[in-house]
């Protein structure tokens, strides 16, 4: 190993001297510091540090949605590893497209964001949609903005957002019946039983409910990610067991969902699904868990976070009873993103007062 | 064993340590520290005999503690020492001056004591000050002399802070042999200071008889949480005064309280009842790569023959002067012991690098998330060195640093902010009130300089004068920000 080492500083400094390769020193200096660990000794104060770091906080999160990347695999197909892999291939270039532009570090987030994105999609997203899908998140959603930290929006969601807007019969007029029993779809490449609706769908249109569980073990259409409530509340379990998320967004998502469409199919029965329906239907589950709790994208502070919480209940409830699409997750979650430097700035007008006015 | 939260205990080997004296000098050089910042000019000249606790520099113009000789010998020069900033242990370009003398006799003083108990609180103060104790505090120790910047009438509250919980950290007094000496330190200064409360705040209660102590209506016993951050002095005080006054900033003693080691009341008993002057300090060396020990040694006799010949000055080890959460790199282990020194800390330097570590279970590696396998491991033995463990990145506002500061501020908001420019943004998050506990530096995991940018922000808070940023507009409709420090350069002083 410690040839191999050796060997990635030669050819990072010949890079660096060479006038040719210059510009790809830091994609070998990203690679090196991928591979080994630098033995730096912290140079200020405290010189005892956490042995935390990004590479494995985004680590934990893949970790974390591993069980349902997997799940995906099983109820649709070797196909849905394929989109994980275009999506890891297409988005990696572009964000290395960028670093070479930028001449700054590559940096871990997009290690979460390569794999969230496929589980946003149906299952029968052709490749190369994903391609321009994870494509479109990378530079629209995070790197115009600076890259990972200095986003606004959750990159995942925005290419999600823009495959729907932009090919609306493919990503939300079919989709595949998921296989089950058995080795089920590790056997076989791709499902094609095709039906029209998700259980949400098929709420929205007819006021049927699908069978509970169903919806929580994962024998439904839909998303990827979102088939088997079951995977995806261990995976959150997880992460909030490790830190690695904060438990009070998704608590107070999908308690306000909770509380919402217990009043709401009170009041307008017709169009407001129960709750327990509510939360094990759709993607709520999977954006409340991976992505409402981005840490880049969501507010920092904790009364923020609660606050953060109970408006993507209200408004994904609201968007699913009373808008045209039957889904409103990606929407609320987009949305309220936006608003999340706002509640953060709440809190801290609330606890530190307002910022001094200029001295006159 | 905690499942949430920063358990740094983990970290603890506490060894017993080792208690010894080290006086057997052959040349010592006095450093000329008159407490806070100032330097004293020598009384002395070269070739001049000096007896052991003679003052040999004193200012009685400028507020200031005399130094004293610390063995008998004879001047052989003034010398200039490196100094250091104390908060941030950057070197600083003045120099501190510093006498060197040619030891001719180890032996220690023949003084003689007083009766405490029927002195005059006036004559107790003389005696510390003599003894050269009253440098000690953030703002000297109030006499009749000029020590302090406050008079001995304004002290309320004097808090002994004996809390060691930083990790490795050692108490310097043993509280079991050297209990009586200390408690009665502590009631010759609750008679010293008669118009006080004398606080003595201990981490964890060790000995039974800390009751006895807490029987006497002028000394209160606090034991506090044994949490890294206890041990600063102003997290304390913030008990004691309550966070209103903290945060009005200001000296601790603007608020009456005054804050002094643990040493203090054992040097108290030393320099009253027995007539030794504060001569010999105690130094506590500790840290994985050492063997554990105390020393007590003449003050001005180099740091390393203090530790003993078998502590080096390696390579491969940080020695720290402080706790390894707030201390600062000590670069020179030749510098003499000064009387403020308490703790060194040793941590080994992290070895090559390590392969995808980032993949590695960490059974040994202590954090704050659990995502570690160590989190199901408490009880085996976490690795200490000083590496950073990974490298720096743009925040990803994870919230952690806010979440363990001990005086709810946000770390992370203040470097955005500060990082900007942006003053009045951040003298709003109120970085004054920061203890300089380093945690939020220890949890993040950008490896960002948290702490070391709150220490900045504090530094550059608008003081009485009201630095107020003025806001102008440019021709392109621009806010451009001018601050007082801007014309003058950012940091000074304003006059």
Redesign the interface.
């Known amino acids: 190993m410690n040839r191999l080492e050796r060997l990635m500083s030669d050819i990072s400094s010949y890079t660096e001297d060479n006038p040719y390769l210059q510009h790809i020193t830091e994609v070998i200096d990203t690679v090196r510091s991928i591979v080994f660990e630098p033995g730096v000794s912290a140079d200020k104060s405290p010189f005892l540090r956490d042995y935390i770091e990004i590479k494995r906080y985004m680590f934990a999160v893949v970790l974390a949605v591993a069980p349902a990347a997997l799940a995906s695999i099983y109820f649709y197909g070797w196909r849905a590893l394929a989109m994980i892999v275009v999506s890891y291939v297409a988005g990696g270039i572009a964000e290395v497209t960028f670093t070479l532009i930028r001449k700054e570090e590559i940096t871990e987030g997009f290690l979460v964001t390569g794999i969230l994105f496929p589980l946003t999609l149906p299952p029968n997203t052709p490749l190369w949609m994903v391609a321009v899908g994870i494509i479109v998140g990378v530079i629209l959603g995070k790197e115009v903005f600076g890259g990972t930290g200095y986003n606004i929006f959750n990159p995942a969601l925005v290419g999600r957002v823009f495959l729907t807007t932009t090919f609306p019969v493919a990503t939300s007029s079919e989709w595949l019946i998921p296989m089950t029993g058995g080795w089920a779809g590790f056997k076989q490449f791709s499902v094609d039983t095709v039906t029209s609706a998700t259980p949400l769908g098929v709420f929205a249109n007819s006021g049927t409910l699908a069978p509970l569980r169903d919806l929580f073990f994962g024998n439904i259409p839909g998303c990827l990610g979102e088939s088997s409530a079951l995977l995806v509340l261990a995976g959150g379990i997880f992460m909030i067991l490790a830190r690695i998320i904060d438990w009070r967004v998704p608590v107070s998502y999908l308690g306000s969902v909770f509380l919402y469409s217990a009043l709401g199919t009170y009041l307008w029965p017709n169009q407001v699904a129960p709750p327990v329906f509510q939360l094990l239907a759709g993607g709520l589950l999977f954006g409340a868990i991976y992505m409402a709790t981005d840490p880049v994208s969501s507010p920092t502070t904790k009364e923020a976070k609660w606050v953060y919480g109970v408006f993507l209940g209200v408004m994904t409830v609201s968007i699913r009873a009373f808008s045209g699409y039957p889904e409103g997750v990606t929407y609320s979650i987009l949305l309220m993103n936006m608003f999340a430097p706002l509640f953060d700035e709440m809190v801290m007008t609330f606890r530190y007062g307002p910022i001094q006015k200029p001295y006159k | 064993m905690k499942i949430?939260g920063l358990d740094?205990q983990q970290?603890e080997t506490k060894k017993e340590p080792d208690f010894r004296v080290r006086d057997k000098l052959e040349t010592i050089t006095v450093p000329l520290k008159g407490g806070f910042g100032t330097s004293l000019s020598p009384r002395v000249e070269v070739g001049d005999e000096v007896e052991a606790g003679e003052i040999i520099a004193r200012n009685d113009d400028s507020t200031s503690t005399p130094a004293l000789a610390s063995l008998a010998g004879e001047v052989i020069e003034i010398v200039k020492l490196d100094s250091y900033h104390e908060e941030t242990?950057d070197k600083l370009e003045a120099k501190v001056p510093g006498i060197k003398i040619n030891v001719s006799s180890n032996q220690g003083t023949n003084g003689s004591g007083v009766d405490w108990e029927k002195e005059k609180p006036k004559n107790l103060r003389e005696l510390l000050y003599l003894a050269g104790l009253t440098s000690f505090g953030q703002t000297g120790v109030p006499t009749e002399f000029n020590s302090s910047l406050f008079s001995p009438t304004e002290v309320e509250h004097v808090l002994i802070n004996g809390v060691k919980t930083e990790?490795f950290v050692h108490h310097l007094i043993d509280y079991g042999e050297e209990f009586t000496l200390f408690k009665t330190g502590l009631e010759i200064l609750a008679r010293a200071f008669p118009k006080s409360q004398i606080h003595f705040v201990l981490d964890r209660n060790t000995r039974e008889n800390l009751e006895e102590l807490s029987s006497s209506q002028r000394i209160k016993i606090h034991i506090v949480e044994y949490e890294s951050y206890m041990s600063k002095s102003k997290m304390l005080a913030r008990n004691i005064l309550g966070e209103e006054k903290l945060d009005e900033g200001g000296y601790l003693l603007d608020h009456g309280l005054l804050v002094l080691p643990e040493i203090f009341p054992l040097a108290a008993y030393r320099a009253v009842v027995e007539g030794t002057p504060f001569i010999r300090g105690r130094l506590s060396l500790s840290g994985p790569a050492t063997e554990d020990r105390v020393v007590e040694t003449p003050i001005g006799a180099p740091i390393k023959y203090a530790l003993g010949e078998d502590i080096m000055d390696k390579a491969e080890e940080?020695t720290?002067m402080?706790g390894?959460?707030?201390?600062?790199?000590l670069e020179n282990l030749d510098l003499p012991v000064n009387k403020n020194m308490d703790s060194l800390v040793q941590?080994p330097?992290?070895?090559?690098?390590?392969?995808?570590?980032?993949?590695h279970p960490?059974l040994g590696?202590?954090?704050?998330?659990?995502?570690?396998f160590s989190?199901l491991a408490p009880n085996r033995k976490k690795v200490?060195d000083?590496?950073?463990?990974?490298?720096e990145?743009?925040?990803?506002?994870?919230?952690?640093c806010?979440d363990v500061c001990p005086v709810?501020i946000?770390p992370?908001?203040i470097l955005k902010t500060y990082d900007h420019g942006m003053v009045?943004?951040v003298?709003?998050?109120?970085p004054q009130r920061c203890v300089d506990c380093?945690?939020c530096?220890?949890?993040?995991?950008?490896?960002l300089?948290l702490?070391?940018t709150v220490k900045r922000a504090k530094q550059d808070q608008p003081g009485e004068n009201?630095n107020?940023?003025?806001?102008e507009e440019d021709e392109e409709g621009l806010m451009s920000v001018i601050t007082p420090e801007d014309e003058k350069g950012r940091g000074e002083e304003s006059e």
């Not at chain 2, 330097?349 to 993949?359: D, E, F, T």
């Not at chain 2, 000083?386 to 490298?391: N, P, R």
């Open positions: 949430f740094l970290y242990g990790p940080l720290i402080g390894p959460l707030s201390g600062n790199k941590l330097k992290p070895q090559g690098s390590q392969v995808l570590a980032w993949l960490g590696k202590n954090s704050y998330t659990n995502a570690f989190a200490a000083s590496g950073l463990h990974g490298e990145r743009p925040c990803v506002y994870c919230g952690w806010s709810d946000l992370f908001q009045d943004e003298n709003r998050l109120q380093g945690l530096s220890y949890v993040c995991p950008s490896k300089p702490s070391e009201h107020y940023v003025e806001y």
